[in-house]
């Protein structure tokens, strides 16, 4: 196109005076006014990932989980001033219709944009190099976005030159909690899309055949979000400590002379997993407390008949001390793995004398954690 209007105005240009003045008054007429051509993204429809994320309670608001693995998008402007009657155009790169904007929380370290989700509590932070990623109104025409940068096109050399082109973004995106979570799946989100608005600088196109651009371009590429699960991390007792019974040796009845007497020490393990890192507490309880510390009295009945007269049981620390009921004891910050802890039972004597029978008690652990 732009080689054949060339060529008409060198011929145009050696002829005499009369024409000269004729074509003089042509390049005084009104520009036209037409909205912007597209330039072109690939890929067009781009979507970008970030991992399913699992929230300790009590988590401080800020940057959870791990960020996406970054996306990019390439705009090629060459096709769309091939398409313009203009010698001069500059494309400026934009992107517009963002999704909803969380213009009350800072994005981290203030940089790039926060979007709103579905999950009540958890943003979506959206960065972007080499440009980052603005709240501004920058977009089309005057709208929320941001300029991506600028492509020169001209027509010279007898070829079609645009410069930087392509021009590349990448994308990064993680999620951002704001405040209590409800666990749940962000929805799929259309994060922005692309447009530009073709700026003809001076001098215009020869002879007065520029055409001049009001408005920014259809839209022509799309950025989206794939779904997101957003969970609260827990801790697991496992399968073997849920319901843990523990035998203690059969002993004679003698082995507990006097109150406070103990015997039959037995070993025995709770075991959780957790997330690293986070600080726990164990804390046990009982239905049927006796008097001395950490003692659990025997149910009236074991299913093996009527239960031993004076006989409890006493659970102890890995420290062999005994253990205080519903108090929280603390075991530190989970390992990498499974946590094992260490507890003992025994026999203790709660009165004398002590008799013959089964013995039997039930103790409730609880883990808590931050």
Do not use: E
Request: charged share 5%; glycine share 10%; hydrophobic share 35%.
């Amino acid at each position: 196109m732009k080689p054949g209007r060339f060529a008409r105005c060198i011929t145009r240009a050696v002829q005499g005076a009369l024409l000269a003045v004729a074509l003089l008054v042509l390049a005084m007429r009104p520009a036209a006014a037409v909205q912007s051509p597209a330039c072109t993204a690939s890929p067009k429809n781009t979507a970008i990932s970030i991992p399913s994320v699992s929230i300790a309670p009590g988590a401080s608001n800020g940057k959870i989980g791990q960020p996406s693995p970054p996306v990019t998008v390439s705009i090629d402007c060459l096709q769309a001033y091939a398409g313009t009657p203009n010698y001069y155009d500059n494309f400026t790169l934009q992107t517009g219709q963002l999704a909803p904007l969380d213009l009350t929380t800072t994005p981290p370290g203030g940089s790039g944009i926060l979007l709103q989700t579905n999950v009540p509590g958890i943003d979506v932070w959206l960065t972007s190099a080499p440009t980052q990623a603005s709240s501004g109104n920058n977009g089309p025409n005057g709208t929320l976005g941001w300029a991506i940068g600028t492509v020169q096109c001209n027509y010279g050399g007898f070829q079609l030159n645009c410069s930087p082109n392509p021009i590349s973004t990448s994308f990064t995106a993680q999620l951002v909690k704001t405040g209590p979570v409800s666990p749940g799946t962000i929805n799929s989100l259309k994060i922005l899309q692309f447009f530009d608005t073709d700026n003809v600088p001076p001098p215009p196109n020869f002879w007065g055949n520029t055409l001049y651009y009001s408005g920014a371009s259809l839209a022509y590429g799309t950025l989206t979000l794939n779904p997101v699960t957003v969970s609260m991390s827990t801790c697991n007792v496992t399968a073997v400590s849920s319901n843990k019974d523990v035998i203690l040796p059969t002993i004679a009845t003698n082995a507990l002379p006097g109150v406070g007497s103990v015997a039959g020490r037995t070993p025995f393990t709770i075991q959780y997993s957790c997330p690293v890192g986070w600080s726990l507490y164990l804390t046990m309880s009982t239905a049927r407390p006796a008097t001395a510390t950490g003692v659990i009295l025997s149910a009236a009945t074991c299913t093996q008949g009527t239960s031993a007269s004076n006989i409890g049981i006493q659970v102890l620390q890995n420290n062999l001390q005994p253990v205080q009921f519903d108090v929280a004891q603390p075991l530190g910050n989970s390992p990498n793995g499974l946590l094992t802890l260490n507890y003992y039972a025994q026999y203790y004597a709660t009165g004398s004398p002590t008799g013959p029978g089964p013995v039997c008690g039930t103790g409730t652990f609880t883990m808590s954690y931050q």
